[in-house]
């Protein structure tokens, strides 16, 4: 299967940009995940931001994207940064983002051609391109401005994940700032995202129709029902992310309930370690570090059984896609004590929300009911809607431009922003014009 023939499959338009700035969506635009946007000015200069693929089965990929020498990868998900091994092996661009962003690269694409080969689904790229791409990064400090073509660039914190940037660019006519994933509320382990003044706001609108409960009640929750789950005997597995929730829960455990016993298996401990060398990026650096000696490692089989008499086990993967998450799923079905702990949205057709929907989960190719407590909890990284109103309001831009949802996401932001600012909502591949 060809995904791309590069230079001849883009639907990028021909003609020059007269004036003002056009936006085009490979992808991202009227969808969550999958991101890549190509912006271009009068001036000639042409910046892509993200180019990700979305890990559903099988992969989503974004549209092939045009000849372009930059491009600024806003944070580590594989949502923004899965094809840029693509970009730098057949248009030979240059990768921008955080010193962060750019370690924590090689951790998630080798985990990406990994998947790939083992589900079997076809990749538009290969081991070269992932190590020339290893090479292309220009890495950037939040606060310092950069040049691309005629365009001063400069990051600010997003939140959402350790070393994720928000993009500021000031063009010859306007100032644009795209927010990327972002959230304005700090978590355990970065400080929430503060707005910028600008023209022109690119804003994230995954739970634009989602008011958040307050984080801290929902942490509150969590570490109650774990101790509740203790007391009677059992354990609690947490399955959760590599890149982010899995560290944010086990700094709340380490904060709240020193006294349990935890253990830890997964990507996230390469991802740890790397946060760790990168203490600007993270919020009270000292507690993570602490949190980590505090939580137990799993590597080998003899970790695993006794993981299993732990009194909680964070795991990936976070949607019970795979992973020893699935591992120990399956070892602890068996024990009505147990109960299986989920810490944020299970998309369509994952491991989690067949759990929550069914009480039943696919274990090593068979479908198995699970008797065991679920129960979910909200400890998302991402902006809810009155955050990412405010935070427009804030930014007081003439125009939004709404991407990174879905038309449930999008709606309400649109409805509460439109009196204030010119709102737009892009499609995949059809241009946006903003004078
Ligand atoms: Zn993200």
Same mark, same amino acid.
């Given at each position: 299967?060809?995904?791309?023939?590069? +230079?001849?499959?883009?639907?990028?338009?021909?003609?020059?940009?007269?004036?003002?700035?056009?936006?085009?969506?490979?992808?991202?635009?009227?969808?969550?995940?999958?991101?890549?946007?190509?912006?271009?000015? %009068?001036?000639? $200069?042409?910046?892509?931001?993200?180019?990700?693929?979305?890990?559903?089965? &099988?992969?989503?990929?974004?549209?092939?994207?045009?000849?372009?020498?930059? @491009?600024?990868?806003?944070?580590?998900?594989? #949502?923004?940064?899965?094809?840029?091994?693509?970009?730098?092996?057949?248009?030979?661009?240059?990768?921008?983002?955080? &010193?962060?962003?750019?370690?924590?690269?090689?951790?998630?694409?080798?985990? $990406?051609?990994?998947? %790939?080969?083992?589900?079997?689904?076809?990749?538009?790229?290969?081991?070269? #391109?992932?190590?020339?791409?290893?090479?292309?990064?220009? $890495?950037?400090?939040? !606060?310092?401005?950069?040049?691309? !073509?005629?365009?001063?660039?400069?990051?600010?914190?997003?939140?959402?994940?350790?070393?994720?940037?928000?993009?500021?660019?000031?063009?010859?006519?306007?100032?644009?700032?795209?927010?990327?994933?972002?959230?304005?509320?700090?978590?355990?382990?970065?400080?929430? @995202?503060? &707005?910028?003044?600008?023209?022109?706001?690119?804003?994230?609108? $995954?739970?634009?129709?989602?008011? *958040?409960?307050?984080?801290?009640?929902?942490?509150?929750?969590?570490?109650?029902?774990?101790?509740?789950?203790?007391?009677?005997? +059992?354990? @609690?597995?947490?399955?959760?992310?590599?890149?982010?929730?899995?560290?944010?829960?086990?700094?709340?455990?380490?904060?709240?309930?020193?006294?349990?016993?935890?253990?830890?298996?997964?990507?996230?401990?390469?991802?740890?370690?790397?946060?760790?060398?990168?203490?600007? %990026?993270?919020?009270?650096?000292?507690?993570?570090?602490?949190?980590?000696?505090?939580?137990?490692?799993?590597?080998?089989?003899?970790?695993?059984?006794?993981?299993?008499?732990?009194?909680?086990?964070?795991?990936?993967?976070?949607?019970?896609? +795979?992973?020893?998450?699935?591992?120990?799923?399956?070892?602890?079905?068996?024990?009505?004590?147990? @109960?299986?702990?989920?810490? +944020?949205?299970?998309?369509?057709?994952?491991?989690?929300?067949?759990?929550?929907?069914?009480?039943?989960?696919?274990?090593?190719? #068979?479908?198995?009911?699970?008797?065991?407590?679920?129960?979910?909890?909200?400890?998302?990284?991402?902006?809810?809607?009155?955050?990412?109103?405010?935070?427009?309001?804030?930014?007081?831009?003439? *125009?939004?431009?709404?991407?990174?949802?879905?038309?449930?996401?999008?709606?309400?932001? %649109?409805?509460?922003?439109?009196?204030?600012?010119?709102?737009?909502?892009?499609?995949?591949?059809?241009?946006?014009?903003?004078?």
């Amino acid at each position: 299967m060809v995904l791309y023939t590069p +230079g001849r499959t883009s639907s990028y338009p021909d003609d020059p940009v007269k004036h003002g700035l056009r936006a085009f969506f490979l992808g991202g635009g009227d969808e969550v995940g999958n991101v890549g946007c190509i912006l271009e000015d %009068s001036t000639g $200069t042409r910046l892509l931001i993200d180019y990700g693929l979305a890990p559903t089965r &099988p992969p989503k990929y974004p549209a092939e994207c045009p000849s372009v020498d930059h @491009a600024i990868i806003t944070h580590s998900h594989i #949502d923004h940064m899965g094809m840029a091994p693509w970009l730098v092996g057949h248009l030979g661009t240059r990768l921008h983002g955080s &010193p962060l962003t750019a370690s924590l690269s090689e951790v998630m694409w080798r985990d $990406t051609y990994k998947v %790939s080969k083992i589900e079997g689904y076809p990749l538009a790229w290969d081991r070269r #391109d992932m190590e020339e791409a290893l090479q292309a990064w220009t $890495t950037h400090q939040i !606060g310092d401005w950069f040049e691309i !073509g005629e365009w001063k660039c400069r990051f600010h914190r997003a939140g959402h994940i350790p070393g994720a940037v928000m993009i500021e660019i000031e063009t010859p006519e306007m100032r644009v700032l795209w927010t990327g994933d972002m959230d304005t509320r700090a978590s355990p382990n970065v400080l929430g @995202a503060l &707005p910028v003044e600008c023209d022109v706001l690119f804003l994230e609108g $995954t739970y634009g129709n989602r008011v *958040h409960p307050p984080r801290v009640e929902e942490e509150e929750r969590l570490v109650s029902k774990v101790l509740e789950v203790v007391d009677r005997g +059992g354990t @609690a597995l947490i399955p959760a992310f590599a890149s982010g929730r899995g560290q944010d829960v086990l700094r709340i455990l380490k904060r709240e309930a020193p006294s349990l016993e935890a253990h830890y298996h997964g990507m996230g401990t390469r991802v740890t370690q790397l946060w760790m060398e990168h203490p600007e %990026s993270i919020r009270e650096p000292k507690q993570l570090a602490k949190m980590w000696r505090w939580c137990r490692r799993v590597s080998g089989k003899s970790d695993r059984r006794k993981a299993l008499d732990a009194d909680v086990i964070v795991s990936t993967s976070g949607m019970l896609d +795979g992973g020893p998450a699935i591992w120990y799923a399956n070892r602890l079905r068996h024990h009505g004590a147990n @109960a299986i702990l989920l810490t +944020g949205y299970q998309a369509e057709g994952s491991g989690g929300r067949l759990l929550l929907d069914e009480r039943k989960l696919r274990i090593f190719g #068979d479908v198995v009911p699970i008797d065991l407590e679920v129960e979910q909890f909200s400890l998302s990284n991402h902006a809810g809607q009155n955050e990412l109103v405010n935070f427009a309001r804030a930014c007081a831009p003439r *125009h939004v431009v709404i991407f990174h949802a879905d038309e449930e996401g999008r709606e309400p932001l %649109s409805t509460q922003l439109a009196g204030e600012m010119k709102v737009h909502l892009p499609s995949n591949r059809v241009e946006i014009l903003i004078e």
